[in-house]
Every structure is written in C-alpha cells, then in structure tokens.
C-alpha cells in the first residue's frame, strides 16, 4: 500500500509542467534560505531544527501509515498537533519575529543608506580604535546602516558633529561623561554619543569572560544591520559585531580593510598629479633660485663668458 502511494506521488509530480515545478523548488529554497540565515548563530536556531525534524518525520509517519482507511484517528490527532506546533513555533520564536518585523519597519524601502559617506571616515575611526586599544580605552561605535536607529539617539545625546579622530578620543576618554556607552555614527556624522545598546544575553556569547560593551555590541548587531566595533577596555582587543557574530580580534593593520569590507567600500586610491598644478621634480628644484625661481647661473660659467 505504501508503494502504491509512493508511485501515485510520482506519476502525479509527471503530470505538472517541469517549469512550474522548477519555478515552486526555487522560490521554497529562497524562503529556507533566509528563514536560515536570519536565525543563523541564535539560540533559536537549534530549536528550529528539532521542531523542523519532529515535523518532518511524524508527517511522513503519518500520511505512510493513514493510507487507505487505516489509522485515521491517528491522523486526525497529528492534524490537530500541527496546528498547535504553528503557535508554539509563534511563541518560541517571539523575539525573532519582533526583530523581523523591526527590520522591516525601520529600513529604508530606496536607496542603500549612507554607507558611501561613511567609507570616507573608515580611517578616522579606525585610527581612534588603534589609539585607544594602545590606551586601554573601552569604546563602542556603531555604524547605521539601512535600519534607522532613531529610537536608541533619542535616548542618548544628541550631538551631529563631524566624525574625526580627536572626536572619538575625546569621547572615550576615560572620566568623559559619555565615554562608558555608544557612539552612533551616521554617514560622516557622530549622530549621537552616550547611548545605551540592548545587551545581548550572556549564553549567546562566544567567551563568557567578555564584558557588558561586548554583550551590547552582540545585542544591537542581532537586532539591527549596524556595523559596531567594541575595543576591549581589559584586554585593548578590537572586535566587529554583525549579524549577531563577534568577529575575532583584528591586528591594526586589518581594522581599516576589514571595516571597508564589510561596509562594502572600495579603498581610496590616490593617482599621481599629471596638471599643471603637479610640484615640480626634486632634481630641478635644486637648479632654481630660492628667491626668483628662475634658474641658477653658475657664478665660474658667467664669469667665463
């Protein structure tokens, strides 16, 4: 009876045109894959999984078994059971939904944000970092992407200044009023400093030894896009949280390209000054009067003439 089944499944998937069936597997496998990497690295990931296989091999069960007139009530029961797994997985999965649906509210529908203003300040923060990872500073700057972060600046302190170097030293100095929270830098703007980030929670982290700006790093990256770098304030490390991921420590070299990388900025490469503002060659300098800047006449050859 089960071949039966299985063979009536068959001729039946013969029936349909392939393109359409072609067309089905590639939208399922779009929808997988999403649903997989939005909840990849959480804790909900491994309960997804389980519940996914209980489904899987209970349906299979099931229909296997209920064919004909056999089993019926246990069919009917597994029905029944799967519409209750629908609201379990609704519950399970409430924060995961409440970040979906965040995502969704608060991105923007055109364009791809400011992320090209803000390659133009990948050295200056990185800069700032290397100082105060040599200082032992704590620091944690957040870079907005396409998910506004409007509700958390107004719960810190307003300031639009232009990003630099000294800026974000002078804000993570330690005794500075606004050095032991986040800066939110938008575009090429320090939007606002002294912002408090959700903590992430301390079993989704990769060392429990790190501490509350690792853990708000983690947090904020789970539930928005932003890039948030943290530089550890024990150890000097600098880390990049995205996705919900703590990256490893980056050497001082590798902060600026990484950065870069990630925001998907192309380096800035500066070409040699052909025009005519180009300064002149060192050999020739040396050939013109300091003063004048017409050339030198040697004092033995004018004297010959």
Known sequence: MIVDRLR???????????????????????????????????????????LLFVLVIGTLTVRLMSAGDSFQRLAFLFDRLAALFAIVMVVVFAPELRRAFSRLGEAQLMGTGDTANLGSVIDDISAAAIYLARQR???????????????????????????????????????SALHDLAVIVRGDRVVAAGVQLPLADPSEMP?????????AAVGLSKETDALVLVVSEETGAMRISERGRLSRAYEEEELADELRRRLRVKPETSEPDTGADAEPDAEHDEDLDPVTGAPEVDAESETTA
């Open 8 to 50: 009536d499944l068959i001729e039946r998937l013969g029936s349909y045109p392939l393109w359409e069936i072609g067309l089905e597997l590639v939208l399922i496998w779009v929808v997988v894959f999403a649903l997989v990497r939005f909840i990849q690295g959480t804790r909900a990931a491994g309960v997804l999984k389980g």
């Open 137 to 175: 500073f704590g620091a944690l700057v957040v870079m907005e992407r396409r998910v506004g972060l409007r509700g958390l600046i107004q719960g810190g302190t307003t300031l639009d200044a232009h990003v630099s170097t000294a800026l974000l030293q002078t804000i993570f100095f330690p005794g």
């Open 207 to 215: 060392d429990p030894m790190l501490g509350s700006r690792h853990r």
